[in-house]
């Protein structure tokens, strides 16, 4: 049986690989990032990343490091924007 996630109220099949992270803190620096980043690009690498937490300049500022671990460019999404994956 397939996992399923609710999101605004529906259940949806995932069918993607979904990364939780735990070891994340909201005051990391950018070393602490480069680093994290780093870790996983070793580990399978980072398909696409989308930024929704935190102030504008300081998420295009992380788009902009994480851009060199993805394969394709980070998004930051608008408030209540979505998207296919």
Known sequence: Q???VKIFGR???VRARIEKLNGLSAHADVEDFRWWFEQMAQQGGIGQAFLVHGETSSAHDLAAI???YCDEDPVIPARL???EV
């Open 2 to 4: 397939r996992e399923t």
């Open 11 to 13: 259940e949806y099949t």
């Open 81 to 83: 924007e979505s998207f």
């Open 66 to 68: 994480l851009a060199d």
